[in-house]
């Protein structure tokens, strides 16, 4: 592996900045390429990791040459691209501090709370995002500069182009190169690189404040549990860049390797870009993509479209290889145990038949997945594992920076998320904060250098979270003999019945997803009431194709979760208990627009029981219990 550049060890050096580790990356890679971009149709072009630093370096010098001050923050709001990178370095190389904001963020009230929390000097915005921000300039309190990233003729007050500070930034150099030079020097790994604001599970979001010590530590420790990755790597960043999963793991680990970043390409509007996901794709040809739940779930869909497509023939084979693939990887790391061995040879027929022309139609260089975000599904993952795509499920959280643990091509148990990071510690607690014995249940809490400084201007909320070093994520979990973590969900999110248990109900919740064709969206709901309900949200599609009769149409809805209860195909899955006895239809589906869905693609559950308090009130009427109910028959009338 010594001529790919494989990295495989990694020694933990806790006096880096992001500037050092981008010094190391130049030393080591300077000439390969590091960003990937297109600006017209798929043709991309690349600039080198020396490249990129000079251009950082120009912008950082602009930015100083503007009168921006150490620790002055600047927002960052833009699709992914070159830029976005560059302006993030330039900010760090000028000791100031990035504000990643998603660029699904819409309203007034949301950016305008995060900029005027985190006081803002400026704002870095792409050509489509100034657009959404020029009419909401009045909201904010401390902004004097607009940053423009793209090109744009007619500007408006207070705005400046990128390419414009970057030429300043080079007559600075030339005129009087101490003055970056000094400023970088002050960065230290303890300077603030990031406030890095919560998705709005909470009501007012939280500004996570991450350093440049924090980014280098969860970048070495993703890599050393990786074993590194080749230089030659290239991954398409599907991902939000603005969230901390694709930041760590997508730009900054890909720095430490020396390996190559794409950017989907670029569209005058997010419909166009989205539309440009299979084209990139096919461009780039990753080696390794991030992966979320929802996305995953729309890879296997399209994958699937497309064996039907091919006839009956291919269909049938290809359940066949997938059954034969199910039984022979089990859980992964007990591949071909329990006398499966004979299975080899025909799994390796699937394999050149089938598999492999799957892969060459999706991405022929995929070697494997990433996945984090909400728990995935044990299916699916046995879906991309068969196919020769594994997902390796991981776990994190923003205020780990974000990465905790994950499943890696040589350590790897299906179901899990993996194991922890090295160098750092980990334990199961209870509610006094009492460690566990090993396979119980409890919250997750860690400790080491990827723990955050805390929330911004809220010591009472990091008092809560960080207790004695320990970071208490607020997650249930519990990990097994072998060293593997399995996340059972949110502590907050738990379903409480009547008699005071509790369960969480994520598992059932992805399951049901993932095996109902007809079922879009489900939340489930128990507080401390006799019954669990759910709210449900349909595929109208799939359904017509079945019956175009609302009673029909809300039978099949409950004979799919029936397949759970004695009998059925699921049975044994989950305690029946915690089954849904009940369930309301809705008809608009939950997502980032209605605010029912956060920028990382997980349901905010407290806004749904909110918005439809009194839906769930009549899953415990009998009338309402009903799978009929006049409720759930009028909302499918208006869908089918």
Known sequence: MDKVDRVMMISMDMDKTIISFLNEAVEKYGDRPFLYEARRGTDYTSLSYKEVQERARQFAAGLIALGIQAGDRIALISEGKNNWVIGELGVLHAGAVCVPLSVKLETEQDIGFRVNHSECCAIMASDQQIAKIRPMKGAFSTVKQYILLDPEEALQENELLFDAITGNGKKLISDNPEALEERMKAVTPDSLANISYTSGTTANPKGIMLSHGNYVCNSEQAMEHLNGIPS????????????????????????????????????????????????????????????????????????????????????????????????????????????????????????KIIFSKVRESFASNMEFFIGGGALLDIELQRFFYAIGIPMYQGYGLSEATPIISANCPHAHKLGSSGKPLPHMDIKIVDDNMKEVPTGEKGEIIIRGGNVMKGYWKNPEATAETIVDGWLRTGDMGYIDNDGYLYVLGRTKSLLISDDGEKFSPEGIE?????????????????????????????????????????????????????????????????????????????????????????????????????????????????EGRKATSPGNLEVLANLL
Not at 245 to 269: D, E, P, Q, R
Not at 290 to 316: D, H, Q
Not at 344 to 350: E, S
Not at 512 to 531: C, D, G, H, T
Request: proline share 6%.
């Open 232 to 351: 030659y790597f290239r991954q398409l960043l599907i991902l939000p860049w603005d969230h901390s999963f694709g930041h760590t793991a997508g730009i900054y680990s890909f720095m430490k390797c020396g390996a190559s970043l794409a950017s989907v390409a670029m569209g005058k509007s997010p419909m166009e870009v989205l539309r440009n996901v299979p084209k990139s794709l096919k461009a780039i040809n990753p080696h390794l993509l991030m992966s979320v739940p929802a996305l995953a779930s729309n890879f296997r869909k399209n994958i699937e479209a497309g064996i039907e497509k091919r006839g009956k023939l291919t269909a049938t084979l290809f359940r066949k290889a997938l059954k034969t693939a199910y039984a022979y990887n089990k859980e992964g790391y007990n591949k071909g145990s329990g006398g499966r061995f004979w299975m080899k040879p025909l799994l390796a027929f699937y394999d």
């Open 510 to 622: 992805e399951s049901i997803m993932a095996k109902s064709p007809f079922i879009e969206q489900i939340v489930l709901y128990n507080n401390q009431r006799p019954y669990t309900t759910a709210l449900i949200t349909v595929n109208p599609v799939e359904l017509r194709k079945e019956t175009s009769d609302p009673t029909e149409a809300a039978r099949l809805i409950e004979k799919e979760i029936a397949e759970y209860l004695k009998g059925g195909k699921n049975d044994g899955m989950f305690p029946y208990r915690w089954l849904p006895s009940a369930f309301a239809i809705i008809e608009e589906p939950f997502s980032e627009k209605n605010g029912m869905v956060n920028s990382t693609m997980k349901i905010v559950k407290h806004k749904v029981y909110s918005a439809y308090a009194s839906r769930i009130e009549e899953l415990y009427t009998p």
